[in-house]
T-cell receptor, first 113, second 111 residues
Framework: DTGVSQNPRHKITKRGQNVTFRCDPI?????LYWYRQTLGQGPEFLTY????????KSRLLSDRFSAERPKGSFSTLEIQRTEQGDSAMYLC???????????FGQGTRLTVV | QKEVEQNSGPLSVPEGAIASLNCTYSDRGSQSFFWYRQYSGKSPELIMFIYSNGDKEDGRFTAQLNKASQYVSLLIRDSQPSDSATYLCAAFTSGTYKYIFGTGTRLKVLA
């Protein structure tokens, strides 16, 4: 257990529905990242926050995706009007700073049917 | 060209042998390099990281970094079947504050 908690662990949804995932970081980590991973690929960067500020969004993050980190604590990632191509593992990672590692949560596996 | 490249494998080694996993990166601004192990269906877990040229050892694992060649490697000594997993290499650049991952190398340790 890295101390980064993601919920839910699994989500099955019908195409066109909205889904929201939550990440609770390690408390002293001010940077929080969202990644997406599909089978046979490495994690792909989606977005990251420093405290409550969203500093960068990947072009992979279409208008259907939105992420928030109110008060610089937990973060949510919402996908609107889900598509089958959104099926993936969504990973949250947090980072303290300096030459240190990012700690990953357990991930949320999304299946769009 | 991908920013972080790894051979996807699978790399098969017999139990007890040394497994050598390699990674190259394209951004010379990358400062820290990380090796994560990922079992099927699970999230990545950190094995070790390195940011200075040379070798860094931790138990059965040795990470090697050559910034001039933009090359990172991970050696696993006395490989065990439980080491069978996908190994992800990641580069971190403080200018962008992003971790960029390779596609991972699948390692199979044969009993």
């Amino acid at each position: 257990d890295t101390g980064v908690s993601q919920n839910p662990r699994h989500k099955i949804t019908k195409r066109g529905q909205n889904v929201t995932f939550r990440c609770d970081p390690i408390s002293e980590h001010n940077r929080l990242y969202w990644y997406r991973q599909t089978l046979g690929q490495g994690p792909e960067f989606l977005t990251y926050f420093q405290n409550e500020a969203q500093l960068e969004k990947s072009r992979l993050l279409s208008d259907r995706f939105s992420a928030e980190r109110p008060k610089g604590s937990f973060s949510t990632l919402e996908i609107q009007r889900t598509e089958q191509g959104d099926s993936a593992m969504y990973l949250c990672a947090t980072y303290r700073g300096g030459n240190t590692e990012a700690f990953f949560g357990q991930g949320t596996r999304l299946t769009v049917v | 060209q991908k920013e972080v490249e790894q051979n996807s494998g699978p790399l098969s080694v017999p139990e007890g042998a040394i497994a050598s996993l390699n990674c190259t990166y394209s951004d010379r601004g990358s400062q820290s390099f990380f090796w994560y192990r990922q079992y099927s269906g699970k999230s990545p877990e950190l094995i070790m990281f390195i940011y200075s040229n040379g070798d860094k050892e931790d138990g059965r694992f040795t990470a090697q970094l050559n910034k001039a060649s933009q090359y990172v490697s991970l050696l696993i000594r006395d490989s065990q079947p439980s080491d069978s997993a996908t190994y992800l290499c990641a580069a971190f650049t403080s200018g962008t504050y992003k971790y960029i991952f390779g596609t991972g190398t699948r390692l199979k340790v044969l009993a």
